[in-house]
């Protein structure tokens, strides 16, 4: 009985080593199935190339060092060497803790950020007839405004001949901003404006003192 033989593969001519079936894929490189790494926000450490650097900061004497002079100090204060001015000539680098910089930057960018919102300006609106319970009902959600910041606008409408009860409409804007002097602080006293009193309250800690 005859013996079967081997399937055999013929190499393309000048190839060099045996035909492996699937083994001429195409060279991927060093890539091991990691993820490529977020680009840091500066280079630190290894990951500065140039030959020399300028050092500045409370910690070293100010100058101009090798690249590698200048990380074995980094490495000797147990911090981290950063290039800060990579567009200098030499690029400028500080001896830092990287991790701290870090945090303490995007503490300063949030409180930054914070004073900076715009402040919102919430309306509430009366008649010269408002009774008791709208009154209260409207002031609380008039603390809820000034307690997230924002100004509120108080006014009172007067149709047709409740023009005629202005005095009326001032001593409710007065009340109502008593009522809320724990929160807010009247900014102005209670003005006409067509057929609308108008007074403005701000939020506790926002209103510039008058010089």
């Not at 005859?2 to 055999?8: F, H, I």
């Not at 009860?165 to 067509?194: I, S, V, W, Y």
Request: charged letters at 30%.
């Amino acid at each position: 009985m005859a013996v079967p033989q081997k399937p055999t593969f013929n190499r393309p001519p000048g190839a060099g080593g045996p035909f492996r079936p699937g083994g001429n894929k195409p060279n991927r490189g060093n890539f091991r199935g990691r993820l490529p790494q977020k680009e840091a926000e500066h280079r630190i450490n290894h990951h500065i190339r140039v030959p020399q650097v300028r050092l500045v900061g409370d910690n070293v004497e100010v100058g101009i060092y090798s690249t590698q002079e200048a990380l074995k100090i980094a490495q000797q204060q147990e911090l981290d060497l950063v290039e800060i001015s990579p567009t200098a000539d030499p690029p400028v680098c500080k001896i830092i803790d990287y991790n701290k910089f870090l945090y303490d930057k995007k503490k300063k960018e949030k409180e930054m950020k914070a004073k900076s919102k715009a402040t919102e300006i919430k309306e509430i609106r009366f008649t010269p007839n408002t009774d008791d319970h709208d009154f209260d009902f409207k002031a609380k959600h008039a603390e809820g405004f000034l307690k997230e910041g924002n100004k509120v606008k108080a006014y009172v409408q007067f149709k047709g001949r409740a023009i005629q009860f202005q005095d009326r409409g001032q001593l409710l804007l007065l009340k109502f901003a008593e009522r809320l002097a724990e929160f807010g602080t009247l900014e102005n006293m209670p003005k006409l404006e067509g057929r609308r009193m108008l007074a403005m309250i701000a939020p506790k800690g926002s209103v510039k003192k008058s010089k």
